[in-house]
């Protein structure tokens, strides 16, 4: 079975569980957010074995479900344990008996702010009574992701990035256009929650910010020698290459909202 065919089973399989996770959101949303959050800080963690680099998997995962979770059940001053978390992954790098480094201590906290951040900001998001924020952001990634890698199969000739040899001008063009008419078909069909303002914006922002955060972990696993995150989905690698774009597109939809839209 080919590359593209178990991509194509898969994406069909899951795409439609995952918009039902988030649909229902609540309590369904926290697991599915906190399995994604462990599996992508174990796999951006184990990438930087081949450098000889060892950061604080458990502490460090540990510390960011816990964050989340308190979040989510809205325990008062929660924000206060990120605070802390310099000092616990420092201390505990300090007295580990093999391999300390303090580059350990900053991949561990990258860790948080590349991944479980991101990841608590959805929580955030996705409590919005205006609009499913989230399941827009996806959605955008998704078709990005999509018609750019397609678009590249059947078109791409010129290469975008001496980081991503099979990534081409022509497939992010693609994927780029096609994420912004997606972007005017949520202004359509939902008129009074996605101005059309709001569908240009978001449509720029997640077609150009969703590509820079595949490019980002191709940067990575690169630098660590490594073709995916893992094996753990057939035909897309590991979680992290999964919910690159994601990641990368939260942040930014997150201040958009809030500064631009003044909805928290």
């Not at 303090?102 to 948080?112: A, K, Q, R």
């Not at 660590?224 to 690159?244: A, C, N, Q």
Request: aromatic residues 18%.
């Amino acid at each position: 079975m080919s590359n593209t065919l178990k991509r194509v089973i898969v994406g069909l399989i899951a795409i439609p569980v995952l918009i039902l996770i988030i649909l229902n959101g609540g309590i369904y949303f926290l697991i599915f957010s906190l399995l994604i959050c462990a599996f992508a800080m174990w796999e951006l963690f184990s990438i930087f074995v081949n450098k000889n680099f060892f950061p604080l998997k458990y502490i460090s995962i540990f510390l960011s479900l816990l964050i989340t979770i308190l979040f989510y059940f809205e325990i008062s001053n929660f924000y206060y344990l990120i605070l802390l978390y310099i000092p616990i992954i420092t201390t505990a790098e300090i007295f580990r008996k093999d391999n300390a480094s303090p580059v350990n201590i900053l991949i561990s906290l990258f860790g948080f702010f590349y991944i479980s951040l991101p990841i608590l900001l959805m929580n955030y998001i996705i409590n919005l009574e205006i609009f499913n924020y989230v399941l827009y952001s996806i959605i955008l990634v998704w078709t990005c992701d999509t018609f750019a890698y397609f678009g590249g199969k059947k078109f791409g000739k010129h290469k975008l990035s001496v980081i991503s040899p099979n990534k081409t001008i022509e497939g992010s063009a693609i994927g780029f256009i096609f994420t912004l008419i997606f972007s005017f078909l949520f202004h359509f069909i939902f008129p009074t929650q996605i101005s059309l303002t709001d569908a240009i914006v978001m449509g720029l922002l997640v077609g150009f910010f969703a590509q820079i955060g595949d490019l980002f972990e191709s940067l990575l696993k690169r630098y660590t020698g490594v073709k995916d995150s893992s094996e753990l989905i057939p035909g897309h690698g590991g979680v992290l290459d999964r919910f690159d774009s994601l990641l990368f597109v939260t942040p930014i939809v997150f201040v958009y909202i809030v500064f631009f839209k003044n909805l928290f």
